[in-house]
């Protein structure tokens, strides 16, 4: 690993205490603006979702709709509760050739994209020492009157994620403050930048549980994506 991973990994809990966590269970509420430009205003509104630690898998019960999701790399489905399978889809990513910013989703294509966004966005940084990952610190920024150190992340083929390369930016404190990135599936020409804060410590693993990713709108800015956990746990 080199130095700033090394560090960033420590200040989030250390890989010792990451390597005995086999899943992290998260209750959350997940809105903002980019659901209905995709046609699912509510469907993240009220969620809870379990991120599987040592392999690229996460479940997601839709509370109150009798509905939950199940996302591997190469396979989503939607099953009622009692684990009787309603749809799915083999090879998920090929769904989204064509679309564009405003292409609506059904409910397979949400299950696909929350459940590579939500396993990368809990196993990092952890998972950027896994093998195949390539990290190297790039210049930092000024931003909210700090100094953020910035690691620029290659992802392996093998790995579902926004895209390949993607940036995480730390704070003095070795904490991540900010992700950036664009998305393949949705605009690959746009920049996103999702903000983490309310930092938690959850049986030793050090955990944001507030993001938002904001876009402009005139001389203000709406909320695109607003993610608010309130209750993790790991296990």
Not at 212 to 217: E, G, H, Q, S, V
Request: proline share 5%; hydrophobic share 40%.
């Amino acid at each position: 690993m080199n130095d700033l991973l090394t560090s960033v990994v420590a200040a989030h809990g250390g890989l010792e205490r990451w390597n005995r966590i086999r899943a992290i269970r998260v209750d959350a509420a997940i809105t903002g603006a980019f659901w209905q430009v995709k046609g699912k205003a509510d469907a993240l509104k009220e969620v809870r979702f379990e991120v599987d630690t040592t392999r690229q898998r996460l479940t997601m019960d839709f509370v109150g709709q009798n509905r939950r999701s199940l996302f591997q790399p190469d396979r989503v489905v939607l099953q009622q509760p009692v684990g009787t399978v309603v749809d799915a889809r083999d090879d998920p990513e090929r769904s989204f050739d064509g679309h564009q910013f405003q292409t609506p989703w059904d409910d397979l294509h949400l299950a696909y994209f929350t459940g590579e966004a939500l396993w990368t966005y809990l196993t990092a940084p952890f998972l950027f020492t896994w093998p195949g990952f390539v990290c190297e610190e790039i210049a930092p920024v000024e931003a909210d009157g700090e100094t953020w150190r910035r690691l620029n992340v290659t992802f392996p083929d093998h790995i579902k994620t926004h895209t390949r390369k993607q940036v995480f930016c730390f704070g003095p404190d070795g904490l991540l403050r900010r992700h950036d990135f664009t998305i393949d599936i949705v605009d690959p020409s746009t920049e996103s930048q999702l903000d983490a804060a309310d930092y938690r410590d959850i049986d030793g693993i050090i955990i944001p549980a507030t993001r938002r990713a904001y876009a402009p709108m005139g001389d203000d800015q709406i909320v695109m994506v607003a993610i608010d956990m309130a209750d993790i746990t790991a296990s």
